[in-house]
């Protein structure tokens, strides 16, 4: 674990007296796929807005291929500039479970934005890339739709190709699945497995637990702020060592029957 | 009357020539202040929140007076013309910072987090994402506090500058007919201000099919 490429360490964030994270420990190798698990309010989502500081955390450290992401060094206190943070988000990529698509943009131009702008990419050549990523998720003739025209599956579809066509180091994705209807589950889900036979690093929060089971290397189930357990997928869903691990995975399988 | 139409054209360049600037210094101060006020760290947001509420609560000529005799006290000697320009785009800068804000904060959070999500900068999350889906929401009320701009000019002629409201007035002084004059004022002010509103319900319903969302 030596060589993680995203390394965790004593991670706390507090949102006023509420402790959401408590000194969490996490690695991710490079073309890990990682699942966090846990009920609403262990702090999963948090987890993951940290890593690409769309929220400040308090102390502890995060780092991607070993540059600090939130301030300007380990332990400093000192933030880093919008300026320096946006270059380094440029490599973490992210799904939203609401999507997030920029509504007055095509699918084509949603996934081209970041490739222009951030990036530098010519026009024509962003163009063609956005187009290879939307025919990718199986939207390729979707490419000039917005994405009020488009159902829920396809639109979290854009967003996958949105954060992948930046080629992140990393992948984040938060209960991308959650807000969309059962029927079209299974269609974001297989994206995502042929993203990790590719070898793209993961780190995901879902509910998914079948897709935890068959997709994922690693299953960390967070509780209350810190990691309560983690191992091999079939060993944490399949002998879950605590009472709250056994009574969070009846409910969801009470929930997905 | 005929006599009096090119003096009266001139004061109708000056009041096109205040409302001009007062509505463009307006529209730059405000997007920036609106936009710190919305998105600004909160040491910020408060004394900006404190000058668009106080510009806001002053009768525009009480403004325009405590400019005009204000600034002198301080050293600073503005001509008429300059003065009212000044409180006219402070009182409206109050007005444009408030639908800014309205406008941009009608924008989703997810939003702002998408485009930090692809790495863009501040800047280019207001330019590419923020303000285009802003625009829909910002333009009714703006427009209308253009036209607004372009009735409050006419106070200026309270600071002897000769707009088209002293124009008017001079005229009548020497005339004495004070009620075909007023008229035709009245009618200029409606045609510059209804030109602006129908060219600014071309404009919105571009943006509605543009933001087809």
Same mark, same amino acid.
């Given at each position: 674990?030596?060589?993680?490429?995203?390394?965790?360490? $004593?991670?706390?964030?507090?949102?006023?007296?509420?402790?959401?994270?408590?000194?969490?420990? +996490?690695?991710?190798?490079?073309?890990?796929?990682?699942?966090?698990?846990?009920?609403?309010?262990?702090?999963?989502?948090?987890?993951?807005?940290?890593?690409?500081?769309?929220?400040?955390?308090?102390?502890?450290?995060?780092?991607?291929?070993?540059?600090?992401?939130?301030?300007?060094?380990?332990?400093?206190?000192?933030?880093?500039?919008?300026?320096?943070?946006?270059?380094?988000?440029?490599?973490?990529?992210?799904?939203?479970?609401?999507?997030?698509?920029?509504?007055?943009?095509?699918?084509? $131009?949603?996934?081209?934005?970041? +490739?222009?702008?951030?990036?530098?990419?010519?026009?024509?050549?962003?163009?063609?890339?956005?187009?290879?990523?939307?025919?990718?998720?199986?939207?390729?003739?979707?490419?000039?739709?917005?994405?009020?025209?488009?159902?829920?599956?396809?639109?979290?579809?854009?967003?996958?190709?949105?954060?992948?066509?930046?080629?992140?180091?990393?992948?984040?994705?938060?209960?991308?699945?959650?807000?969309?209807?059962?029927?079209?589950?299974?269609?974001?889900?297989?994206?995502?497995?042929? +993203?990790?036979?590719?070898?793209?690093?993961?780190?995901?929060?879902?509910?998914?637990?079948?897709?935890?089971?068959?997709?994922?290397?690693?299953?960390?189930?967070?509780?209350?702020?810190?990691?309560?357990?983690?191992?091999?997928?079939?060993?944490?869903?399949?002998?879950?060592?605590?009472?709250?691990?056994?009574?969070?995975?009846?409910?969801?399988?009470?929930?997905?029957? | 009357?005929?006599?009096?139409?090119?003096?009266?054209?001139?004061?109708?360049?000056?009041?096109? #020539?205040?409302?001009?600037?007062?509505?463009?210094?307006?529209?730059?101060?405000?997007?920036?202040?609106?936009?710190?006020?919305?998105?600004?760290?909160?040491?910020?947001?408060?004394?900006?929140?404190?000058?668009?509420?106080?510009?806001?609560?002053?009768?525009?000529?009480?403004?325009?007076?405590?400019?005009?005799?204000?600034? /002198?006290?301080?050293?600073?000697?503005?001509?008429?013309?300059?003065?009212?320009? #000044?409180?006219?785009?402070?009182?409206?800068?109050?007005?444009?910072?408030?639908?800014?804000?309205?406008?941009?904060?009608?924008?989703?959070?997810?939003?702002?987090?998408?485009?930090?999500?692809?790495?863009?900068?501040?800047?280019?999350?207001?330019?590419?994402?923020?303000?285009?889906?802003?625009?829909?929401?910002?333009? /009714?009320?703006?427009?209308?506090?253009?036209? $607004?701009?372009?009735?409050?000019?006419?106070?200026?002629?309270?600071?002897?500058?000769? $707009?088209?409201?002293?124009?008017?007035?001079?005229?009548?002084?020497?005339?004495?007919?004070?009620? /075909?004059?007023?008229?035709?004022?009245?009618?200029?002010?409606?045609?510059?201000?209804?030109?602006?509103?129908?060219?600014?319900?071309?404009?919105?319903?571009?943006?509605?099919?543009?933001?087809?969302?």
């Amino acid at each position: 674990m030596s060589h993680a490429l995203l390394a965790i360490r $004593d991670l706390t964030k507090r949102f006023g007296a509420t402790t959401v994270l408590d000194g969490v420990d +996490l690695d991710v190798a490079r073309g890990e796929v990682v699942v966090v698990i846990g009920a609403s309010g262990s702090g999963k989502t948090t987890l993951l807005r940290c890593v690409n500081a769309l929220v400040p955390y308090d102390s502890g450290s995060v780092t991607l291929d070993g540059v600090e992401i939130g301030y300007t060094a380990p332990g400093s206190g000192v933030r880093r500039s919008d300026r320096a943070l946006a270059a380094l988000r440029a490599d973490i990529g992210m799904v939203f479970q609401m999507f997030n698509l920029f509504p007055h943009l095509t699918a084509r $131009d949603n996934v081209a934005l970041g +490739l222009r702008v951030t990036r530098g990419m010519p026009k024509a050549e962003a163009r063609v890339r956005a187009e290879h990523w939307l025919a990718r998720v199986g939207l390729a003739d979707r490419m000039d739709h917005l994405p009020s025209q488009l159902s829920g599956g396809q639109q979290q579809r854009v967003g996958i190709a949105r954060a992948v066509a930046m080629e992140p180091k990393l992948l984040l994705l938060d209960e991308i699945t959650s807000a969309l209807d059962p029927e079209l589950v299974g269609e974001v889900l297989d994206v995502v497995r042929g +993203l990790a036979a590719d070898g793209m690093t993961m780190l995901m929060v879902t509910h998914e637990m079948s897709f935890a089971r068959d997709a994922g290397h690693r299953v960390v189930f967070m509780d209350k702020g810190r990691i309560a357990e983690e191992g091999r997928p079939n060993e944490v869903l399949g002998r879950p060592q605590s009472d709250r691990l056994r009574r969070f995975l009846r409910r969801i399988e009470l929930r997905t029957e | 009357m005929i006599y009096a139409l090119p003096f009266l054209g001139e004061g109708f360049l000056v009041t096109l #020539a205040v409302s001009g600037l007062v509505v463009a210094g307006s529209l730059g101060l405000g997007l920036v202040l609106g936009t710190a006020l919305a998105f600004g760290p909160r040491w910020l947001g408060l004394p900006i929140r404190a000058f668009a509420d106080t510009a806001r609560a002053i009768p525009l000529i009480v403004l325009i007076f405590t400019v005009y005799y204000g600034l /002198p006290a301080l050293g600073a000697n503005l001509p008429p013309f300059w003065a009212a320009v #000044a409180a006219l785009t402070l009182f409206k800068t109050g007005h444009v910072i408030e639908i800014v804000r309205g406008a941009v904060g009608s924008i989703a959070p997810g939003q702002m987090e998408a485009a930090k999500a692809i790495g863009l900068t501040f800047v280019a999350r207001l330019r590419y994402v923020i303000f285009p889906q802003a625009v829909r929401r910002f333009l /009714p009320p703006w427009i209308n506090s253009v036209t $607004d701009s372009v009735k409050g000019s006419a106070l200026v002629s309270l600071v002897g500058v000769v $707009d088209l409201m002293l124009a008017i007035q001079q005229v009548i002084g020497r005339t004495y007919q004070p009620m /075909p004059l007023y008229l035709l004022g009245a009618a200029i002010y409606i045609a510059v201000n209804a030109t602006l509103s129908v060219a600014s319900r071309r404009l919105e319903a571009r943006f509605a099919r543009v933001v087809a969302a």
